[in-house]
C-alpha cells in the first residue's frame, strides 16, 4: 500500500480509537419506516442471505498483530451482499451485508466503502445505518469492526427512491478502489412473492400503547411491551383489556406472554379478578383463567386481537369468542412507528 495511503489509514485508525465509528447528521431515519428498521435487524442477525446478490470485494483494513495494541496495515477480500426485505406493499429497505472471507484472527476494522446509487440519470451517495446498534456510517468515518456486519441504505442528502430499479455502486474508499456494482430490480410485491409485505408485523416495542375503537367509545386495551434483562432476544408482551361484564359494569381482562426475535404472533393465556374494593381497602380475589387472547399487528397502527372464553363463570363474567380490530391511541414519547 502506498505511503500516502497508509498514512490516511493509520488517520482512521486514530479517529476509531478515540471517537469510535462516526455519525453523519446529513440522512434521516425516516427515510425508512422505524418498525422495518427493526425487522431488518431482526432478519439479517439470523437468517442466511441465500437470496441476495453477492460480490467479492477488497477493502483497506487493519488487522490486529501479534503484539498488543499494534496494527498492520493490508486488505482484505470481503464478500459484499445485497438484497431487499420487506416493510409494507410500497416500501422496503436495502439491506448491505459484508463478510471477512479471509477470515483470519484477531480483531479487524475495515474501511467503510463508498456508496452510490444511479438511478436514471440522477446519481446520489447514500449512507448507511448499521442494523446492530442504529448508527450511521460513511466513507468519510472508520467503518466496522468485526467479521460480518449488515447495513439498512438511505440516501445521504436527496429524497432518492431507492424502491425503484438502480445501480448501486460500492468502491473501496481507499487503496485500489476496487467497485462491486450490483443492478438491483424494483420492489414490486405480491402477496405471492413477498408474503412479509402483506401479513403480520414483527413484534417489538413500537407497538406498545393504547388501542381503541372510535365506533365502541369507552372500550379499549393497554398493551405494554419489554425486554427482559440479560436475555438478549428475549422479550414480553402484557395486555389489559379494559371492556364490561353482563351487568353492564367495568371489567378487566388481563394477559400476557414471552416472545422471541422475529414473532409477529402471540397466543396468551387471559385471566381476571373480582371481589376487591376501591383503593385497596380489600384485596381482589384468586386471579381465575378466562380463556386465550391472541394478538397480531397489521400495520403501525392496527392491533388485531382474537379471543375465545374457556369455562363457566359467575352470571355476570362475559363469555365468547370473536375478533376484534383496534387503531392505535397513544405510543411511546420519542419511540415512534412508520
Not at 436527496?158 to 424502491?163: A, G, Q, T
Not at 468502491?171 to 430490480?185: L, R, V, W
Not at 367495568?250 to 409477529?264: C, E, H, L, Q, V
Not at 397466543?267 to 373480582?274: D, K, V
Request: glycine letters at 10%; charged letters at 15%.
Amino acid at each position: 500500500m502506498k505511503s500516502g495511503t497508509m498514512q490516511k489509514t493509520l488517520r482512521y485508525l486514530a479517529i476509531l480509537l478515540f471517537t469510535g465509528i462516526g455519525a453523519s447528521t446529513d440522512a434521516a431515519a425516516g427515510d425508512f419506516p422505524a418498525a422495518c428498521f427493526d425487522y431488518a435487524r431482526i432478519i439479517a442477525s439470523s437468517e442466511g442471505d441465500s437470496s441476495a446478490l453477492v460480490q467479492t470485494l477488497s477493502l483497506p483494513a487493519l488487522v490486529a498483530s501479534n503484539t498488543p495494541a499494534s496494527f498492520a496495515v493490508g486488505e482484505r477480500n470481503v464478500s459484499v451482499s445485497v438484497r431487499r426485505y420487506a416493510c409494507n406493499a410500497t416500501k422496503s429497505i436495502l439491506v448491505l451485508g459484508f463478510e471477512d472471507t479471509d477470515n483470519l484472527s484477531g480483531a479487524r476494522t475495515l474501511l467503510f466503502p463508498k456508496l452510490t446509487a444511479e438511478l436514471g440519470d440522477k446519481t446520489e451517495e447514500l449512507v448507511a445505518f448499521a442494523l446492530e446498534d442504529g448508527s450511521l456510517v460513511s466513507p468519510d468515518f472508520v467503518g466496522w469492526i468485526g467479521s460480518r456486519s449488515s447495513f439498512a441504505l438511505v440516501p445521504r442528502f436527496s429524497s432518492m427512491d431507492l424502491n425503484r430499479s438502480l445501480r448501486l455502486r460500492v468502491t473501496a474508499s481507499q487503496g485500489a478502489g476496487q467497485t462491486a456494482t450490483f443492478d438491483i430490480p424494483e420492489y414490486t410485491p405480491t402477496p405471492q412473492t413477498t408474503p412479509d409485505a402483506f401479513g403480520a408485523r414483527v413484534i417489538s416495542g413500537r407497538y406498545a400503547g393504547n388501542y381503541f375503537d372510535a365506533t365502541r367509545s369507552g372500550e379499549g386495551i393497554i398493551v405494554e411491551i419489554g425486554d427482559f434483562s440479560g436475555q438478549p432476544g428475549s422479550h414480553f408482551l402484557q395486555f389489559s383489556w379494559f371492556t364490561y361484564d353482563n351487568e353492564g359494569k367495568p371489567f378487566w381482562i388481563s394477559g400476557g406472554g414471552n416472545f422471541a426475535d422475529g414473532d409477529k404472533h402471540l397466543h396468551m393465556p387471559a385471566a381476571f379478578r373480582g371481589g376487591g374494593l376501591f383503593a385497596g381497602t380489600k384485596a381482589a380475589e384468586t386471579l381465575s383463567i378466562w380463556g386465550t387472547v391472541d394478538i397480531e399487528f397489521s400495520d403501525c397502527n392496527t392491533l388485531q386481537l382474537d379471543y375465545a372464553s374457556a369455562g363457566k363463570f359467575a352470571p355476570n363474567v362475559p363469555v365468547g369468542s370473536g375478533h376484534l380490530e383496534w387503531q392505535r391511541l397513544t405510543g411511546i414519547s420519542n419511540f415512534g412507528c412508520n
